[in-house]
């Protein structure tokens, strides 16, 4: 019994360790991260109950993993509500097995962190922004981004 209990516990050790950790930011570091990233970006704002956000992850996690080649990078970007933070947002990109870097922007005042993504960002969600710096490329995606938008959009974002 106590052998089944140890390799138990060491199951669950190695299970936890290999969970992402969700890294919680601010906004001025999210956007210094989008301003000095030098590889293309797709940053998309999310919430894991917001379901037209949650439908459109995995298409943004295939297709940007078809340009990998070209170093464009996912980051998800959770708006997810303080007390869902860190367990609520790790257990839902656990249950979805999302590969790409997932955080948790820290701020509730809308007023202020949407018009440092784009000005035109009226708050809701699903949002995306796309930014290569090397080409001085940034585009705002106001809402839902359907495949096949997506898979256009990737291919300015390189090319």
């Known amino acids: 019994m106590k052998k089944l209990f140890f390799v138990m516990m060491i199951l669950f ?17 999210l956007v210094k991260m989008i301003d000095t990233s030098t590889t ?19 298409w943004f996690e295939k297709n940007v993993a078809e340009y990998k080649a070209k170093g ?51 708050g809701a969600i699903p949002v995306s922004l796309m930014v290569n710096n090397k080409k001085h490329y940034r585009k705002f995606f106001g809402d839902q981004v359907p495949e096949p938008k997506l898979k256009l959009a990737l291919k300015e974002l390189v090319e």
């Open 13 to 29: 050790a190695a299970n936890a360790s290999i969970a992402q950790q969700i890294k919680k930011v601010k906004i001025a570091e």
């Open 72 to 122: 464009v990078k996912l980051i998800l970007v959770s708006i997810d509500f303080v007390e869902d933070y860190p367990k609520g947002i790790a257990d839902f990109v656990k249950k979805n097995n999302y590969q790409s870097q997932v955080i948790w922007l820290n701020e509730t005042n809308a007023d202020l962190f949407c018009p440092k993504i784009d000005k035109s960002w009226s």
């Open 40 to 58: 293309p970006l797709l940053v998309n704002f999310f919430a894991t109950w917001c379901q037209p956000c949650v439908h459109e992850i995995p």
